[in-house]
């Protein structure tokens, strides 16, 4: 059984910061799951382009508002406590903070290192192999 808790994260490795975003890496592939959960920090007025090439993502907001714009339709679909959000088919998207910062619980597959970086395109590299 592994127990974590959010606030033995904050300030340590698993904290990884971007432009306009915060990811607390809650469970990486070294955890043996065969997925990664984070809890993301998307401060209120951030934009991030993002594309997933190389991972399916689920995102269930617990806090604040944004958007996420649909790049292959067009559509933007309000985000609000409550709402999850699956990129299932490693689509394009722009997320965007509302008017508070957005609290995000988030699952990706296959599970991250943690040590992942956004590319030029908003992916993260494939995996390697290593924990």
Sequence with gaps: ???VRVQDIIGTE???SGPGWTSRRMLLKKDGMGFSFH???IPA???LNLWYKHHLEAVYCVAGNGSILDKATGETHEITDGTLYAL???DQHTLRGGTEDMRLICAF???VTGREV???DGA???DTGED
Excluded: Q
Aim: a negative charge.
């Design 1 to 3: 059984m592994k127990i």
């Design 14 to 16: 698993r904290e990884v």
């Design 39 to 41: 809890e993301t920090i």
């Design 45 to 47: 007025g951030a934009e």
């Design 88 to 90: 299932d088919k490693h």
């Design 109 to 111: 597959n296959p599970p």
């Design 118 to 120: 956004h590319d030029e």
């Design 124 to 126: 993260y590299l494939p």
